[in-house]
Protein backbone atom coordinates (compact mmCIF):
# COMPACT_ATOMS: atom_id res chain seq x y z
CA UNK A 1 0.00 0.00 0.00
CA UNK A 2 1.45 3.36 -0.69
CA UNK A 3 1.53 6.34 1.75
CA UNK A 4 -0.91 8.06 0.61
CA UNK A 5 -2.89 5.25 1.25
CA UNK A 6 -1.98 5.40 4.99
CA UNK A 7 -2.43 9.25 5.07
CA UNK A 8 -5.78 8.90 3.99
CA UNK A 9 -7.03 6.05 6.63
CA UNK A 10 -4.93 8.10 9.12
CA UNK A 11 -7.30 10.96 7.89
CA UNK A 12 -10.29 8.78 8.26
CA UNK A 13 -9.24 7.86 11.59
CA UNK A 14 -9.10 11.51 13.01
CA UNK A 15 -12.00 12.78 11.47
CA UNK A 16 -13.90 9.86 13.30
CA UNK A 17 -12.38 10.07 16.60
CA UNK A 18 -12.92 14.14 16.05
CA UNK A 19 -16.78 12.62 15.80
CA UNK A 20 -17.04 10.41 18.60
CA UNK A 21 -15.38 13.14 20.71
CA UNK A 22 -18.42 15.26 19.55
CA UNK A 23 -20.68 12.25 20.87
CA UNK A 24 -19.04 11.50 24.02
CA UNK A 25 -19.80 15.25 24.67
CA UNK A 26 -23.34 14.74 23.82
CA UNK A 27 -23.36 12.20 26.61
CA UNK A 28 -21.68 13.94 29.25
CA UNK A 29 -24.28 17.00 28.20
CA UNK A 30 -26.89 14.46 28.81
CA UNK A 31 -26.05 13.48 32.19
CA UNK A 32 -26.30 16.86 33.14
CA UNK A 33 -29.40 17.44 35.08
CA UNK A 34 -30.04 20.95 34.05
CA UNK A 35 -29.15 20.25 30.55
CA UNK A 36 -31.86 17.66 30.94
CA UNK A 37 -34.33 19.88 32.76
CA UNK A 38 -34.13 22.70 30.41
CA UNK A 39 -33.10 20.98 26.95
CA UNK A 40 -34.47 18.00 26.76
CA UNK A 41 -37.48 18.50 29.05
CA UNK A 42 -39.07 22.33 28.71
CA UNK A 43 -37.51 23.10 24.84
CA UNK A 44 -37.91 18.99 22.98
CA UNK A 45 -40.83 18.34 25.31
CA UNK A 46 -42.63 21.67 26.55
CA UNK A 47 -42.12 23.81 24.26
CA UNK A 48 -43.69 21.93 21.11
CA UNK A 49 -46.88 21.58 23.50
CA UNK A 50 -47.11 25.83 24.31
CA UNK A 51 -46.20 26.65 20.54
CA UNK A 52 -49.02 24.09 19.24
CA UNK A 53 -51.21 25.70 21.87
CA UNK A 54 -50.36 28.82 20.83
CA UNK A 55 -51.51 28.27 17.26
CA UNK A 56 -55.33 27.73 18.49
CA UNK A 57 -54.79 31.28 20.29
CA UNK A 58 -56.89 34.45 18.25
CA UNK A 59 -54.46 36.68 19.19
CA UNK A 60 -52.03 34.28 16.71
CA UNK A 61 -53.80 34.09 13.83
CA UNK A 62 -52.61 36.66 11.87
CA UNK A 63 -49.87 35.01 8.77
CA UNK A 64 -47.40 36.42 10.40
CA UNK A 65 -47.94 35.31 13.82
CA UNK A 66 -48.57 31.95 12.46
CA UNK A 67 -44.82 32.31 10.64
CA UNK A 68 -43.20 32.66 13.82
CA UNK A 69 -44.72 30.04 15.24
CA UNK A 70 -43.62 28.05 12.49
CA UNK A 71 -40.52 29.32 12.71
CA UNK A 72 -40.18 28.13 16.38
CA UNK A 73 -41.43 24.72 16.20
CA UNK A 74 -39.00 24.25 13.48
CA UNK A 75 -36.18 25.46 15.64
CA UNK A 76 -36.50 22.97 18.10
CA UNK A 77 -37.14 20.24 15.58
CA UNK A 78 -33.87 21.42 14.19
CA UNK A 79 -31.68 21.82 17.33
CA UNK A 80 -33.22 17.96 17.93
CA UNK A 81 -32.24 16.54 14.93
CA UNK A 82 -28.79 17.88 15.13
CA UNK A 83 -27.76 16.57 18.18
CA UNK A 84 -29.77 13.19 17.41
CA UNK A 85 -27.53 13.02 14.23
CA UNK A 86 -24.00 13.97 16.67
CA UNK A 87 -25.50 10.68 18.60
CA UNK A 88 -26.02 8.59 15.42
CA UNK A 89 -22.77 9.35 13.87
CA UNK A 90 -20.87 8.67 16.38
CA UNK A 91 -22.14 5.57 17.82
CA UNK A 92 -21.77 4.77 14.13
CA UNK A 93 -17.97 5.81 14.15
CA UNK A 94 -16.99 4.57 17.40
CA UNK A 95 -16.90 0.87 15.78
CA UNK A 96 -15.38 1.75 12.34
CA UNK A 97 -12.39 3.82 14.20
CA UNK A 98 -11.18 0.46 15.27
CA UNK A 99 -12.01 -1.01 11.72
CA UNK A 100 -9.43 2.15 10.35
CA UNK A 101 -6.30 1.24 13.04
CA UNK A 102 -6.39 -2.03 12.33
CA UNK A 103 -6.69 -1.74 8.27
CA UNK A 104 -3.61 1.02 8.87
CA UNK A 105 -1.66 -1.64 10.64
CA UNK A 106 -1.78 -3.89 7.48
CA UNK A 107 -1.13 -1.28 5.44
CA UNK A 108 1.91 -0.10 7.45
CA UNK A 109 2.57 -3.47 7.02
CA UNK A 110 2.96 -4.28 3.59
CA UNK A 111 4.75 -1.57 3.49
CA UNK A 112 7.85 -3.17 5.47
Known amino acids: MY ?3 IKQIELQIDTAKELVKDCDALDRLYKNKD ?12 EPV ?3 HLLSD ?3 QTPEARTKLHEQMLAVSLLLDF ?4 NRTGDELREKVAEFEQERELALQEQE
Do not use: A, C, G, H
Open 3 to 5: SND
Open 83 to 86: LRNI
Open 35 to 46: FVRLIEKKYFQD
Open 50 to 52: RLT
Open 58 to 60: PRF
